[in-house]
């Protein structure tokens, strides 16, 4: 079992940046992939970003490519997001979740475990 802790949220103007971690117990951590989704009030969970075991072959959504990094440090157990050039509707909620199987997938059925979640506001 795996167990995630998000952090590194908060307010930020427009144009800001943040960076989220991801802290994973135990000591399988290199056997998932991990992905970042977003949830915002009254919308469905939404696919952010994802890495696989290794960190060779990142994924992203077309909304965080080219401002959005995933990366992951397999020897401190943890996921990164660094967020560049936010805007307002980068608002949400930020979970991270870990996948066993190594197909690429944005469905969030389809990865098992999964954090609290960090809130990210961006201001206008």
């Known amino acids: 079992q795996v167990q995630l802790v998000e952090s590194g949220g908060g307010l930020v103007q427009a144009g800001g940046s943040l960076r989220l971690s991801c802290a994973a117990s135990g000591r399988t951590f290199s056997t998932y992939a991990m992905g970042w989704f977003r949830q915002a009030p009254g919308k469905e969970r939404e696919f952010v970003a994802r890495i696989s075991l290794s960190g060779r072959t990142t994924t992203y959504a077309e909304s965080a490519k080219g401002r959005f990094t995933i990366s992951r440090d397999n020897a401190k157990n943890t996921a990164y997001l660094q967020m560049n050039s936010l805007k307002p509707e980068d608002t949400a909620v930020y979970l991270c979740?870990?996948?066993?199987?190594?197909?690429?997938?944005?469905?969030?059925?389809?990865?098992?475990?999964w954090g609290q979640g960090t809130q990210v506001t961006v201001s206008s």
């Open positions: 979740a870990a996948d066993r199987n190594t197909v690429v997938t944005k469905n969030a059925a389809a990865y098992e475990y």
